[in-house]
T-cell receptor, first 112, second 112 residues
Framework: GNSVTQMEGPVTLSEEAFLTINCTYT??????LFWYVQYPGEGLQLLLK?????DKGSNKGFEATYRKETTSFHLEKGSVQVSDSAVYFC???????????FGSGTRLSIRP | DTGVSQNPRHKITKRGQNVTFRCDPI?????LYWYRQTLGQGPEFLTY????????KSRLLSDRFSAERPKGSFSTLEIQRTEQGDSAMYLC??????????FGDGTRLSIL
């Protein structure tokens, strides 16, 4: 089945720093890839997605590119804010049931 | 779009008691998912409905767990004879066909 390996956290950065959270996946076929974000005390929100190779997903200043050759979907943001502090999950979709296979997530803390 | 609604937000119960959670999906969404999330981990898939039909159940879903979606709208997840290990956040998500899943804020279950 599909799986994901994600950068271990916690990741602590200063405000306005550049962010990269690495994610590599193993999958049968070419599933859609997602980044979800979970703010404290809340459920998960879809941050961005890519449905095929070389697609770039973007939202709220975050970007990730679907790289088939390296099976990666790294999350980047040029200048992080304190409000970006959350747990980030990289996830491939399992096409047989559309269920999402989550890793353990990366906790991001941004210092003012 | 009022979002996915889950009730209650928190449930505290004694070991051995039965508990039931409710999920109201986004109204036009035909797919509904249940996930379980323990502290510091990503959500784990439990089960999935397409309309009223339960199409897949994870091996995590022991015979003490039962989920229903009787009219293809709201869903309930019941846990019988709760155990300490059932303490977790139970997340519900819904989607329209293969579109991205929208998550509720979850029900946090604490077993005393």
């Amino acid at each position: 089945g599909n799986s994901v390996t994600q950068m271990e956290g916690p990741v602590t950065l200063s405000e306005e720093a550049f962010l990269t959270i690495n994610c590599t996946y193993t999958a049968t076929g070419y599933p859609s890839l997602f980044w979800y974000v979970q703010y404290p005390g809340e459920g998960l929100q879809l941050l961005l997605k890519a449905t095929k190779a070389d697609d770039k997903g973007s939202n709220k200043g975050f970007e990730a590119t679907y790289r088939k050759e390296t099976t990666s979907f790294h999350l980047e943001k040029g200048s992080v804010q304190v409000s970006d502090s959350a747990v980030y999950f990289c996830a491939p979709e399992n096409s047989s049931a559309s269920k999402i296979i989550f890793g353990s997530g990366t906790r991001l803390s941004i210092r003012p | 779009d009022t979002g996915v609604s889950q009730n209650p937000r928190h449930k505290i119960t004694k070991r051995g008691q039965n508990v039931t959670f409710r999920c109201d999906p986004i109204s036009e969404h035909n797919r509904l998912y249940w996930y379980r999330q323990t502290l510091g981990q990503g959500p784990e898939f439990l089960t999935y409905f397409q309309n009223e039909a339960q199409l897949e159940k994870s091996r995590l879903l022991s015979d003490r767990f039962s989920a229903e979606r009787p009219k293809g709208s709201f869903s309930t997840l019941e846990i019988q004879r709760t155990e300490q290990g059932d303490s977790a956040m139970y997340l519900c998500a819904s989607s329209l066909e293969d579109q991205p899943q929208h998550f509720g804020d979850g029900t946090r279950l604490s077993i005393l």
